[in-house]
């Protein structure tokens, strides 16, 4: 407990850290110590982490809300006296979202959206068995192989598990992580890697990309599925009807995802609950971060909108060359995809007019 009190005094970032309490843990009976133990052990080894837990298991967020929930709330902005409940809106249609309004310059940047997705079944990757991850892998494969005749979203399954039908070379591998379609080696992160989610590695790991390139499937990364629509262009409200209709066939095909009514859709990482989406854009600022030397400002000045901003190869990377960064809207939880893509828009419209300024 003590490194924990270091932790909280050397990295005020560390949420974990923060919201720990030695006497809520104390009450906990053995198994539940040890469980809870096991959700912070990457904070604990990583203390500069941001949230610094992992769930292992949907009912982690209900078992362990004394510690949980105030992280949750703190990170996705919501105050202790308003209830945590998540809906869901994917109808854009009639709201204001297309990037060329703000800029014509805009029109063509690299859009992506992403939601997580987890099956209520399994345990999260955290937890899971070698063999778990394989049977995983080949309830998706069949899914992929009726979703490969579909008009719409058909395409191909690339696996990196040694030995599959569906295999890749690592230099095709290589080349799909350099277009920002693929997940990098997920070992190189100590993030995942200490919670366990990295674990098997490359075992039940591997891609869906629909033949239009635009709609794309993770299988075995940080949830069981992140699916997500990319393309170039300018029209928020076109990409996420894309994300939607990819998601409602994959519905169709497989079991059914973790979802609570108070926490939305169940994810491992706490930042990600809810919508469990991320919409990014990337997004040159060569005078908010020096050149690109420097996400510091960028990032201050981003949060005051309601935006996180990463370096162009993602999380933990650094700002792309003449300062291209990832923009996406922080919270997650308690806002609906709708509310999420307006806010991408509307922080980009205020972020880029501070870029262009004076
Ligand atoms: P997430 O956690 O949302 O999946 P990461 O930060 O782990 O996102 O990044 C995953 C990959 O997606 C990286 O290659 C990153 O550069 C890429 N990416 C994220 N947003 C965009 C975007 N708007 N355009 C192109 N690539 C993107
Ligand atoms: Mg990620």
């Given at each position: 407990?003590?490194?924990?009190?270091?932790?909280?005094?050397?990295?005020?970032?560390?949420?974990?850290?923060?919201?720990?309490?030695?006497?809520?843990?104390?009450?906990?009976?053995?198994?539940?110590?040890?469980?809870?133990?096991?959700?912070?052990?990457?904070?604990?080894?990583?203390?500069?982490?941001?949230?610094?837990?992992?769930?292992?298991?949907?009912?982690?967020?209900?078992?362990?809300a004394p510690l949980l929930e105030p992280m949750i709330r703190e990170y996705h902005n919501i105050p202790r006296e308003q209830?945590?409940?998540?809906?869901?809106?994917?109808?854009?249609?009639?709201?204001?979202?297309?990037?060329?309004?703000?800029?014509?310059?805009?029109?063509?940047?690299?859009?992506?959206?992403?939601?997580?997705?987890?099956?209520?079944?399994?345990?999260?990757?955290?937890?899971?068995?070698?063999?778990?991850?394989?049977?995983?892998?080949?309830?998706?494969?069949?899914?992929?192989?009726?979703?490969?005749?579909?008009?719409?979203?058909?395409?191909?399954?690339?696996?990196?598990?040694?030995?599959?039908?569906?295999?890749?070379?690592?230099?095709?591998?290589?080349?799909?992580?350099?277009?920002?379609?693929?997940?990098?080696?997920?070992?190189?992160?100590?993030?995942?890697?200490?919670?366990?989610?990295?674990?098997?590695?490359?075992?039940?790991?591997?891609?869906?990309?629909?033949?239009?390139?635009?709609?794309?499937?993770?299988?075995?990364?940080?949830?069981?599925?992140?699916?997500?629509?990319?393309?170039?262009?300018?029209?928020?409200?076109?990409?996420?009807?894309?994300?939607?209709?990819?998601?409602?066939?994959?519905?169709?095909?497989?079991?059914?995802?973790?979802?609570?009514?108070?926490?939305?859709?169940?994810?491992?990482?706490?930042?990600?609950?809810?919508?469990?989406?991320?919409?990014?854009?990337?997004?040159?600022?060569?005078?908010?971060?020096?050149?690109?030397?420097?996400?510091?400002?960028?990032?201050?000045?981003?949060?005051?909108?309601?935006?996180?901003?990463?370096?162009?190869?993602?999380?933990?990377?650094?700002?792309?060359?003449?300062?291209?960064?990832?923009?996406?809207?922080?919270?997650?939880?308690?806002?609906?995809?709708?509310?999420?893509?307006?806010?991408?828009?509307?922080?980009?419209?205020?972020?880029?007019?501070?870029?262009?300024?004076?």
């Amino acid at each position: 407990m003590a490194q924990i009190r270091a932790i909280r005094a050397a990295q005020p970032g560390n949420l974990m850290a923060r919201y720990f309490d030695e006497d809520y843990f104390n009450s906990l009976d053995e198994p539940k110590r040890g469980r809870l133990l096991e959700i912070i052990r990457s904070g604990l080894e990583n203390p500069d982490s941001q949230m610094g837990a992992y769930a292992h298991n949907d009912s982690d967020y209900e078992d362990f809300a004394p510690l949980l929930e105030p992280m949750i709330r703190e990170y996705h902005n919501i105050p202790r006296e308003q209830e945590i409940e998540q809906k869901h809106d994917w109808s854009l249609t009639a709201s204001r979202c297309n990037l060329e309004d703000i800029d014509p310059g805009l029109n063509g940047v690299s859009m992506r959206v992403r939601v997580g997705r987890n099956l209520a079944a399994l345990p999260l990757p955290a937890a899971m068995t070698k063999a778990q991850r394989l049977e995983f892998e080949a309830l998706m494969i069949e899914a992929f192989m009726t979703l490969q005749d579909d008009p719409q979203f058909g395409g191909q399954y690339f696996s990196l598990t040694p030995g599959s039908s569906h295999a890749i070379d690592d230099a095709a591998y290589q080349r799909r992580v350099q277009a920002h379609q693929m997940f990098k080696d997920m070992r190189g992160d100590p993030y995942i890697t200490a919670a366990g989610i990295a674990a098997d590695w490359p075992f039940g790991r591997g891609m869906y990309v629909s033949n239009s390139e635009d709609f794309l499937i993770w299988v075995g990364e940080e949830d069981h599925l992140r699916i997500m629509a990319m393309r170039e262009g300018g029209d928020l409200a076109a990409l996420l009807a894309r994300l939607h209709d990819g998601l409602e066939q994959l519905k169709g095909l497989i079991p059914a995802f973790a979802h609570s009514r108070r926490y939305g859709n169940i994810t491992s990482c706490p930042t990600n609950l809810g919508t469990a989406m991320r919409a990014s854009l990337h997004l040159s600022l060569p005078r908010l971060t020096e050149g690109g030397k420097d996400l510091g400002p960028a990032r201050k000045t981003a949060s005051g909108f309601g935006l996180s901003v990463r370096g162009a190869g993602g999380e933990h990377s650094d700002a792309g060359h003449g300062g291209l960064v990832d923009i996406s809207p922080r919270a997650r939880l308690g806002k609906t995809e709708t509310a999420i893509i307006q806010r991408l828009y509307e922080g980009t419209a205020a972020l880029w007019s501070l870029e262009n300024a004076g």
